[in-house]
């Protein structure tokens, strides 16, 4: 089995991804491994600044748990008291260690080893990643937080996730991927595979901050057993040199729902090329795919969706939708709808891309605002965080953090 | 209060206001009346400053301002507020937001007390006229315009789409708009076609419009009686009696 996955991996060293420029790996410098730190307090200002920037609480106080790693090295693991026995998390390769059985059924068993260049290097070049499980019945009251930072110029960071859900369980997790001031170039893998058991929650929420010249391949999918629901958010504020990834969601289960909502900035020179896909298997399973950008100065956004049907009585609706703020800028929305033998099945999407429209702004302006402070408020409406379907102290969080990116990015 | 001289008006090269002059009053109620396309909206938008309607002519003097060429903003801050009779969706924005910004600081607590007089505290958490019925656009519109309490309404077809249910709610809400429980009624100006909501608003006079231009005036609803026994057509007839006799004005 694990010889036949390094196999996988070995042939597919060279693959290039479907999307997105190909990015030579060999460039970059593996990162050094790193000691533990016995609190979130003790990383250095400037990481400090970048985990925050992310939607990391230092304090931890609203928090179940946190998982730290930099560059190569989980230098932080840690549940809370109050929440043990409710979910535990800790580093992929100690996860593998104290459960071998995890190997078999859960790793590379949602994502294919043989994807592209950047799965492959994952298998071949393991370096940590979180194991987050929450036990069957729990639900937390308080997020998950995890963090993912590199501080080396020039280095690339390569994760392997694996989050399960037990059955009946709940849990939101926040994570969040940063890079210290002085990266400028890098490369970030991150494979993520969620294995959600019947009746479970959860809801993913993943902000990013990089860097001009960075390059980012997540390669994440979720596999929901019946009733269980899956939401997934991305959020971009800021600008990278290229991201491409296209997570998926297959629901397996009877009455199994996924959700992906995406709200990304294009700045600079970024190349952004990010999808969703859900596929609906189970009887009466239910998708929704929100994807709003907004394309500035000479970055090109992709944005992606694929609903695929392969049973009756199944349902999914897409709504993508872009603002081109730039002359130079492109902006491209591409949904796709299949019905796979599947003829019960409703599948639906809406897509625009335009400008805001003249209408709108002449309507709120005869309320009094300006038409600065009317475009201001439908690009803020536009990247509404409330279609990320968090509770009201997380969503008004992620307002804040959201505000304070762009700002500093804009 | 608001002063029309001799206005007028073009949109993307069409002539669509051609020399209208009027006097609107402080505390005093106008009924603009006129079938399809005879300028009714187009003098409401290009009295709050719509940019797409261009000003050929004309002056538009707001409380001793000359409004002519004030921005659509400057405007509505200065106390014109108006309800459109199409009122486009704003996605993202929610209509809580809309009234938190028009309602003082002090005032906030209104909103939810506006909202539960028109049927729709559960909308304001809802985009801004998206996915609204008819009926709650219309409500919608007034809301707003509680929000915002203008010295200035101008209403555009408060009426059309509106179910028998929802009509009289729209109407004793202009009602309180106009006759606010407080010294000095605003003044307004209602763009009606079927002229129903006249059934359930007191206005003080009536003018008719036809092709861009004034020709009648007189009692609001006698005009209305003239023309729902007769219609527009006899208002051209009459038009040319009042070349005539310009100081005798009747419909019939």
């Known amino acids: 089995m694990q010889t036949e996955t390094k196999a996988k991996a070995e042939a597919s060293k060279d693959k290039i991804a479907k999307f997105g420029p190909d990015i030579d790996i060999a460039q970059f410098a593996e990162a050094q491994e790193r000691r533990d730190i016995s609190s979130l307090s003790a990383l250095s200002p400037e990481l400090l600044r970048a985990a925050q920037g992310v939607g990391i609480e230092l304090k931890e106080e609203a928090r179940a748990g946190t998982f730290v790693q930099l560059d190569h090295s989980v230098i932080y693991q840690r549940i809370k008291d109050s929440y043990a026995g409710q979910a535990e998390i800790m580093s992929i390769t100690d996860a593998l260690n104290k459960y071998p059985e995890i190997k078999k059924k859960y790793y590379w068993q949602a994502v294919s080893v043989d994807t592209d260049k950047y799965t492959s290097y994952a298998e071949l070049n393991p370096m940590h990643g979180y194991f987050i499980r929450v036990f069957k019945g729990s639900k937390l009251k308080r997020p998950i937080q995890s963090c993912l930072l590199l501080q080396e110029n020039q280095t690339l960071q390569n994760v392997h996730n694996i989050i399960v859900i037990e059955e009946g369980a709940e849990v939101q997790i926040i994570t969040g991927c940063s890079i210290a001031p002085k990266v400028k170039q890098g490369l970030h893998i991150g494979i993520s595979e969620f294995f959600q058991e019947k009746h479970s929650k959860l809801t993913f929420t993943m902000i990013h901050n990089w860097a001009g010249e960075f390059h980012v391949r997540p390669r994440s999918v979720a596999i929901l057993e019946e009733g269980a629901i899956f939401t997934s958010n991305y959020i971009l504020p800021r600008a990278a040199r290229s991201i491409q990834m296209f997570p998926a969601a297959y629901l397996r289960g009877r009455n199994a729902v996924a959700n992906f909502n995406s709200l990304l900035w294009g700045l600079g020179d970024s190349y952004i090329d990010v999808g969703s896909k859900i596929i609906l298997e189970g009887d009466g399973s239910r998708g929704q795919v929100n994807a709003r950008s907004i394309c500035y100065d000479r970055s090109q956004i992709y944005a992606r969706g694929i609903l695929h049907a392969k049973h009756d009585n199944t349902r999914a609706h897409l709504d993508c939708r872009g603002i081109l703020f730039s002359k130079e800028g492109k902006s491209f929305a591409i949904p796709e709808l299949i019905a796979d033998k599947a003829p019960g099945s409703t599948l639906s999407h809406e897509a625009a891309i335009g400008p805001i429209n003249e209408e709108e702004i002449h309507y709120l302006m005869s309320r009094g605002l300006s038409r600065q402070a009317a475009i201001a408020m439908i690009v803020k409406g536009f990247e509404d965080v409330s279609i990320l379907g968090l509770p009201p102290e997380l969503e008004t969080y992620v307002s804040r953090i959201m505000e304070l990116t762009q700002k500093e990015a804009l | ?252």
């Open chain 2, 1 to 252: 209060m608001l002063e029309v001289k001799d206005l007028f008006v073009e949109v993307e090269g069409r002539s669509v206001l051609k020399g209208i002059s009027l006097k609107i009053e402080q505390g005093k109620t106008y009924a603009l009346l006129g079938p399809n396309a005879s300028g009714k909206t187009s003098l409401l938008m290009s009295i709050i400053g719509m940019p797409q309607y261009r000003i050929i002519s004309g002056r538009i003097i707001f409380q001793g301002k000359d409004i002519t060429h004030l921005a659509l903003n400057e405007r509505a801050r200065l106390g014109i507020g108006i309800m459109f009779q199409k009122p486009p969706q704003v996605r993202g924005v929610k209509l809580r937001k809309i009234c938190d910004m028009l309602l003082p600081g002090g005032k906030k607590k209104k909103t939810e007390v506006f909202a539960q007089g028109l049927g729709l505290s559960e909308h304001l958490e809802r985009d801004l006229n998206y996915g609204f019925s008819g009926g709650e656009l219309k409500r919608s519109e007034l809301f707003q315009l509680l929000c915002q309490n203008p010295e200035l309404i101008l209403l555009d077809e408060p009426e059309s789409g509106v179910d028998l249910d929802n009509i009289s709610l729209v109407g004793r809400t202009i009602n309180e708009l106009l006759h606010p429980d407080k010294n000095g009624n605003p003044s307004a100006i209602i763009v009606t076609h079927t002229g129903y909501i006249l059934q359930y608003i007191q206005a003080d006079k009536g003018y008719v419009l036809l092709n861009g231009k004034i020709i009648c005036e007189g009692h609001p609803l006698d005009l209305f009686k003239g023309i729902k026994k007769h219609g527009y057509e006899r208002c051209t007839e009459c038009k040319l009696r009042q070349r005539l006799k310009p100081k005798r004005v009747k419909t019939k």
